[in-house]
């Protein structure tokens, strides 16, 4: 079996030959044997990608130079009706570092709900604008991106020039640097010879977008940064984090006088004996939010929360008001809903995953999910942040409607963690990372290899790519090939 690298780099590393590594992979005289075998295979896995990230990168063109003015740097923060975190902070100087280079960037900003992602783009469109440049923030719901502009409205040193656009509000495209804010509809609406051009892309809650959509706004020239907000980034995007090709600003700070959300996996029969400490909760004037699943059949969604808005009607008193939202009801008629659930103590709302995001009602403090083990742990994270957002304690009941082993073990890991990215790592090793360069965002990155998470690998084979495709890019070529044959 020929080795894609030589002796010399294989000893500067510490590392076993190919052939070698192979033969006592399968047949380790002891453990240590296994696991030096372990870290060479690992390692080729690692260069292979770094290798690929090192010649992609080269092939994107150039983003835009934003010029950081620490004035208003300060304005912004005077202007924000609170202080910034330490962990806002750093976020903001890393972005600032990002935008004040020519070299693309990819950068994560992780965070519990509540933890303030949202903060440090004020600064960052501020910043653009005051270069003379566009930006654009992306959101998954029209309900979030309605929340976004009037936060920016509000809070910018540009207020005339942030733009909403959604399916019903077109962009107006001026000549004029601009913060675009909007939904998917934004995709398609913004010119590819924008002027002035974007200095990024912002997507927030990530997981709700397909790699193909992201994409898009990817491909234009000059080329955009892109920040990606998230409270539990997909398996994928872990898994860039993890192979160097995706920077990672972590807000760990969480609210204070902000409880846990205690969660629990019930079944479907042991679920039914629940009315009485349902009906004692919203006695108290707590809500309810109950959740069904999107299902891809026609109209199945809506009669899925249709079923269970019946189901709950009879299930407890009719004194507590109750609300159903789904898909095919009108953004418009979804926003007068949220409304009066939010103003109305002791209700209970029905829905399907819209209430994901952007939804902040501080005396809800239950989250019933049915069906959970259809919802990724990013969506069953996310939709437990809707509740406990005050000084109340909260509840979430994932209610599975099967009980296969794999769903089971994904279920339990929301009864033991609240971290978000731990989630996610977990949700890695699970599913797997998806076509890292493809449209999956789950499923094909699988490796038996122990070593392969390593970081310290990760960093290893990252600076020893560079120097392989810095000395020759044909021979980068031939070896990343080599690499894929044991």
Same mark, same amino acid.
Do not use: M, Y
């Given at each position: 079996m020929s080795d894609p690298l030589d002796a010399a780099s294989l000893a500067e590393a510490g590392l076993l030959p190919l052939s070698e590594a192979v033969y006592? #992979?399968?047949?380790?005289? @002891?453990?240590?044997?296994?696991?030096?075998? @372990?870290?060479? +295979?690992?390692y080729n896995e690692h260069l292979r990608i770094n290798i690929h990230n090192c010649l992609e990168r080269e092939k994107l063109g150039?983003?835009?130079l934003v010029k950081i003015f620490p004035k208003i740097r300060d304005y912004t923060e005077k202007i924000?009706?609170?202080?910034?975190?330490?962990?806002?902070?750093k976020t903001v100087r890393q972005i600032e570092k990002d935008l004040k280079t020519k070299a693309f960037t990819h950068r994560l900003i992780q965070g519990e709900t509540g933890s303030g992602k949202t903060a440090p783009l004020l600064f960052a469109a501020n910043q653009s604008l005051a270069t003379g440049l566009s930006c654009a923030i992306l959101a998954p719901t029209e309900i979030l991106a309605n929340q976004h502009f009037n936060t920016f409205k509000k809070y910018s040193l540009f207020p005339k020039n942030?733009?909403?656009?959604?399916?019903?509000?077109?962009?107006?495209?001026?000549?004029?640097?601009?913060?675009?804010? &909007?939904?998917?509809?934004? +995709?398609? *609406?913004?010119p590819a010879n924008l002027d002035p051009p974007l200095a990024f892309v912002a997507i927030d809650e990530q997981h709700k977008f397909g790699v193909t959509q992201r994409e898009i706004l990817m491909k234009r020239k000059p080329l955009p940064h892109l920040f990606n907000l998230s409270a539990t980034p997909i398996p994928r995007t872990v898994a860039l984090g993890l192979l160097g090709d995706l920077e990672i600003s972590n807000l760990s700070h969480k609210p204070t006088n902000r409880l846990p959300v205690k969660t629990f996996v019930v079944s479907p029969t042991k679920f039914k004996k629940s009315p009485k400490w349902l009906t004692e909760e919203l006695e108290k004037g707590n809500q309810i939010f109950v959740i069904c699943p999107n299902i891809s059949e026609h109209n199945a969604a809506t009669s899925s929360v249709e079923k269970q808005a019946t189901v709950y009607r009879k299930l407890l008193p009719n004194q507590f008001p109750l609300w159903s939202i789904h898909g095919r009801v009108s953004g418009d008629d979804q926003l007068?809903? +949220?409304?009066?659930?939010?103003?109305?103590? &002791?209700? $209970?709302?029905?829905?399907?995953? +819209?209430?994901?995001? /952007?939804? @902040? $009602?501080?005396?809800a403090n239950i989250m019933i999910i049915h069906s959970a083990e259809r919802f990724g742990l990013a969506q069953l994270? *996310?939709?437990? /942040?809707?509740? &406990?957002r005050g000084e109340v304690q909260g509840y979430c009941f994932l209610v599975?409607?099967?009980? @296969?082993?794999?769903?089971?073990?994904?279920?339990?890991? #929301? *009864?033991?963690?609240?971290?978000?990215?731990?989630l996610a790592q977990k949700d890695l090793r699970l599913r797997g990372a998806g076509e890292i360069y493809g449209e999956k965002q789950h499923g094909s990155l699988q490796t038996r290899l122990k070593y392969f998470w390593s970081k310290k690998l990760f960093k290893l084979s990252k600076s020893d790519a560079l120097k392989i495709v810095r000395l020759d890019k044909q021979k980068a070529l031939e070896i990343a090939k080599g690499l894929l044959t044991w």
């Open positions: 006592k #992979l399968h047949f380790p005289s @002891d453990s240590q044997e296994r696991w030096r075998a @372990d870290k060479r +295979l690992s150039s983003s835009v924000l009706p609170f202080t910034l975190t330490a962990g806002q902070r942030v733009s909403l656009v959604t399916g019903s509000s077109k962009a107006k495209i001026t000549h004029q640097p601009t913060i675009f804010i &909007g939904t998917h509809a934004l +995709l398609n *609406q913004l007068k809903i +949220l409304t009066q659930f939010k103003n109305t103590p &002791g209700s $209970i709302l029905v829905s399907t995953s +819209l209430v994901e995001v /952007g939804i @902040d $009602i501080p005396t994270h *996310q939709l437990r /942040g809707r509740v &406990g599975p409607s099967s009980d @296969d082993e794999i769903e089971t073990e994904r279920l339990q890991l #929301l *009864q033991k963690f609240h971290n978000g990215l731990v």
